[in-house]
């Protein structure tokens, strides 16, 4: 079954770089975000992981856990961090998780149920394991986005995204296209003209159906 947005992400146990995990226990209060990656050392996944450990503090200050899975084990995963320390100049501060037997990937419905690694296998042979996942404090898929093997990953999309989130969740509101913090936000067509004065102040009518506002404060 095809994991939607508002479902429970499935919960699993894991060895990680860091430790054996519980997915659930793990994220705990926080949001978290789970990315993929279809296999160690290669290099478009590498300049993906350097770009979030070097956004570590941007995570830390949004209350947000970062999480990689790839398909590999765990020395494999603890040898690869130099790489990719190397590259992107920044240390990894998160845990990655071995999907060797590929429970992950096909929990998140990444891969398909009769999906196995070939022995001599190749970064193809895992390809569509390279998705994003970000979750919720109650455990529920808010955003999903899912790449092909040769484009990486934009990782401020990611982080413009999970502002969004955070921010339509805690105000009741939508974010328009390309909203960056600071910017109007778009007024629920089931709150009334007089409710939306009483909340946001004066605010601009663009279309019967589309009104924006400065957020409070």
């Known amino acids: 079954m095809a994991l939607r947005i508002n479902d429970t992400v499935p919960d699993f146990k894991a060895a990680t770089s860091q430790g054996d995990i519980g997915f659930h226990d793990w994220i ?15 290099p478009v996944c590498t300049t993906e992981f350097g770009a979030v450990a070097k956004l570590s503090e941007e995570w830390k200050k949004r209350g947000t856990k970062v999480i990689g899975v790839s398909v590999d084990g765990v020395e494999d995963h603890k040898k690869w961090q130099g790489d990719i320390e190397t590259a992107g100049g920044a240390a990894v501060d998160f845990p990655i998780i071995a999907d ?42 808010k955003l999903t986005m899912t790449y092909p093997m040769t484009v990486g990953r934009n990782f401020g999309e990611v ?15 939508a974010a328009p296209a390309d909203w ?27 279309l019967p159906y589309l009104r924006k506002a400065q957020l409070p404060g």
């Open 159 to 173: 982080l413009r995204a999970l502002d969004a989130l955070q921010m339509t969740a805690k105000n009741g509101v």
């Open 28 to 42: 705990g209060d926080s949001w978290a975000i789970l990315f993929s990656h279809p296999k160690d050392f290669t």
């Open 100 to 141: 060797e037997e590929l429970e992950v990937s096909k929990a998140f419905d990444m891969l398909p149920a009769e999906a196995y690694l070939p022995d001599g296998r190749t970064p193809a042979d895992s390809a569509t394991v390279r998705s994003v996942f970000i979750i919720g404090p109650d455990k529920k898929l």
């Open 180 to 206: 960056t913090v600071g910017q109007d936000v778009i007024i629920p067509a089931s709150v009334s003209d007089e409710d939306a004065k009483a909340k946001f102040g004066d605010f601009t009518t663009v």
